[in-house]
């Protein structure tokens, strides 16, 4: 069999590998699609080691199969079931997400538990639509974590695959007052298409564009703030950080599903003044995953339309080329099988 193996910056390579075996634990996938994740082009750009990918690793975690082997402890899972797996716990270590090898033709499942890091999808749900389930899911995370209610309002920076997921997520559940702030029109188109308000900020002040959208809070002191209960920042800009200290009104939350890379600076006098609060998400949890899954089986759900691109797993350099340099492409998916 063959799989893409990172061997630095701008280095990668579909090598030929040899093939899985399982324990009585485990189980072997067939995988099908594969998409190439944010994290997945930081390492390509700028090195792998501080998010876990390293030399030598065996690349892709937005994966989905078919299952061909399974061992003789494993129960609840067959041969031909179609599979989602959980790339945090594909390996045995969250350790490994990003090196659970999503972009090898078959791929080794440890200690394969149904509903943990292995979820059954349904016969009928092309693989074409199963393959965003777990940037699906990075973005309910983000919105679940901060305990949505049908009432509150939502801002969500960024358009990319995990912002209009989050935007997705919330509007599935219910929600109507959610808006997308991206600088990107083709993207907000897109976020619109899913039902979602759209602010480009490069265009529009965007205080007084949210204001406008959801009226105005208020601080400890009286002062007017921005009416926005939730947001969920999918970009890492320290400005909607710090602009969230300065406006957000009392008891406001920002969520933090972006890996921004600069250092934020504020005075904490007026988290508790406001009592605000900074919340982080780290990738999902197996109630996001099954939701994710729902989500994508619901044909008039737009969301699994962010796949821009499909490249056979031959052509992986060119699909990471792509993904890297064509902002217009949402989402690249490697046909690891075709």
Known sequence: MQGVIYNGIHDIAVKDLPMPHPTANDIVIKVMRNGICGSDLHAYNLGGDEIGILKGGALGHEFVGIVTKVGANVTGIQVDDHVFINPSRAKGSTSQLAMAGGLSQFNLIQDAVLDQNVF??????????AVVIEPYAVGIHGKNIAHPQTNQSFCIFGAGPVGLASASGLLRQGMTRVVVVDIDDQRLAFAKKLGANVINSAKTNLSAALKKLFGTGTGL????????????D??????????FIDQAKFGAKFVVVALGAK???????????????????AI????DIKEAIANVTQTDNHFPEIVSAHYPLAESEAAFERANTDKTALKVVIDVNA
């Open 120 to 129: 059954l999808l349904p016969q009928s749900l092309s693989f074409d639509r």
């Open 221 to 232: 002191m009286g002062d007017e703030r921005i009416g926005v209960d939730t947001y969920i």
């Open 234 to 243: 999918c970009v890492g800009l320290p400005s909607f950080m710090t602009d």
């Open 263 to 281: 250092p934020v600076t504020f005075k904490p006098q007026f988290l508790a003044m406001n009592e605000i609060s900074l919340i982080g998400s």
């Open 284 to 287: 999902y949890t197996a109630v």
